[in-house]
């Protein structure tokens, strides 16, 4: 029971984190959920028709939802504010519509057979996406994409290739939740389209919310809080989306920025500081 509940909290912590990836460059995405779904179908098709193992598997799916997302931000990431959230919403949905009408992955009935994935393998890879971020944490692409969401115009005017950076992100953070949705696949055995609703890309958001935006920390304790207290306190389970809605909005009130301000400044700007 303790490592499903640690298995879960994992995958939330990787969907929490591409989502905080996303919105380092000044842009919010609520199709993490259609992208953790294309990672999970692809990696399945190739264990369960293929024969492949979990490893290459997952590295594949990666790759081709992380091309597919920059293949669908390209042109989206040029939307700003609600238009950019109306996308993201559209390729949730139309994901999910084709994963329903496809026979090949089941269609509506779902899509079994999958296994292999265990905590050990959740733990690993939330160690090295974390790694990830925090080297990214304290490079100099950090500082960019910090230019680019405080201002786009500014930033463009130093030379910086807004729409690329946005699109990296996009892509990044795609790669990371295809990742999860691997896992969560290989772990349940048996998936269907409506696992990968709208309403997971709209909890994962806030997650990060909670926790705080300026930094990967934060994306963290909002995921493990969220994930672990319902499942220890089980009178706050029925009622999660009402305590969830009440735990942003006194967030937004007395705390917007989330549970951890801070940012993490890059090498280069602390030595800089220090002249």
Same mark, same amino acid.
């Given at each position: 029971?303790?490592?499903?509940?640690?298995?879960?909290?994992?995958?939330?912590?990787?969907?929490?984190?591409?989502?905080?990836?996303?919105?380092?460059?000044?842009?919010?995405?609520?199709?993490? =959920?259609?992208?953790?779904?294309?990672?999970?179908?692809v990696s399945g098709v190739l264990t369960v028709k293929f024969g492949w193992s979990l490893l290459p598997a997952c590295l594949i799916s990666v790759i081709v939802t992380a091309v597919l997302?920059?293949?669908? =931000?390209?042109?989206?990431?040029?939307?700003?504010?609600?238009?950019?959230?109306?996308?993201?919403? &559209?390729?949730?949905?139309?994901?999910?519509?084709?994963?329903?009408?496809?026979?090949?992955? =089941? &269609?509506?009935?779902?899509? /079994?057979?999958?296994? =292999?994935?265990?905590?050990?393998?959740?733990?690993?890879?939330?160690?090295?996406?974390?790694?990830?971020?925090?080297?990214?944490?304290?490079?100099?692409?950090?500082?960019?994409?910090?230019?680019?969401?405080?201002?786009?115009?500014?930033?463009?005017?130093? /030379?910086?290739?807004?729409?690329?950076?946005?699109?990296?992100?996009?892509?990044?953070?795609?790669?990371?939740?295809?990742?999860?949705?691997?896992?969560?696949?290989?772990?349940?055995?048996?998936?269907?389209?409506? !696992?990968?609703?709208?309403?997971? !890309?709209?909890?994962?958001?806030?997650?990060?919310?909670? /926790? &705080?935006?300026?930094? $990967?920390?934060?994306?963290?304790? /909002?995921?493990?809080? $969220?994930?672990?207290?319902?499942?220890?306190?089980?009178?706050?389970?029925?009622?999660?989306?009402?305590?969830?809605?009440?735990?942003i909005l006194l967030m937004l009130l007395f705390r917007p920025l989330g549970l951890l301000t801070f940012r993490l400044i890059t090498d280069r700007a602390r030595r800089g500081s220090a002249?």
């Amino acid at each position: 029971m303790i490592s499903d509940h640690l298995f879960f909290t994992g995958i939330n912590v990787l969907l929490a984190w591409s989502v905080y990836i996303v919105l380092v460059t000044g842009s919010l995405s609520f199709a993490q =959920g259609a992208f953790m779904a294309v990672g999970c179908y692809v990696s399945g098709v190739l264990t369960v028709k293929f024969g492949w193992s979990l490893l290459p598997a997952c590295l594949i799916s990666v790759i081709v939802t992380a091309v597919l997302a920059a293949l669908v =931000g390209y042109p989206a990431l040029r939307l700003r504010g609600v238009y950019l959230i109306l996308v993201t919403l &559209g390729i949730t949905f139309c994901v999910r519509i084709a994963l329903e009408n496809i026979g090949y992955v =089941g &269609g509506v009935s779902g899509f /079994g057979g999958m296994s =292999g994935a265990d905590l050990t393998t959740v733990l690993i890879t939330v160690g090295l996406v974390g790694a990830f971020l925090l080297w990214f944490s304290f490079s100099p692409l950090q500082r960019i994409c910090d230019a680019v969401r405080e201002d786009d115009r500014v930033a463009a005017s130093f /030379g910086v290739n807004v729409t690329q950076i946005r699109m990296l992100g996009f892509a990044i953070g795609a790669a990371i939740a295809a990742a999860a949705g691997a896992l969560y696949g290989h772990y349940m055995n048996f998936v269907r389209p409506e !696992s990968f609703d709208v309403l997971l !890309s709209v909890y994962v958001v806030l997650y990060v919310i909670l /926790g &705080g935006v300026n930094n $990967m920390f934060g994306a963290f304790v /909002g995921a493990a809080i $969220m994930t672990l207290l319902p499942e220890y306190f089980r009178v706050l389970a029925d009622w999660r989306p009402s305590v969830f809605g009440l735990a942003i909005l006194l967030m937004l009130l007395f705390r917007p920025l989330g549970l951890l301000t801070f940012r993490l400044i890059t090498d280069r700007a602390r030595r800089g500081s220090a002249l």
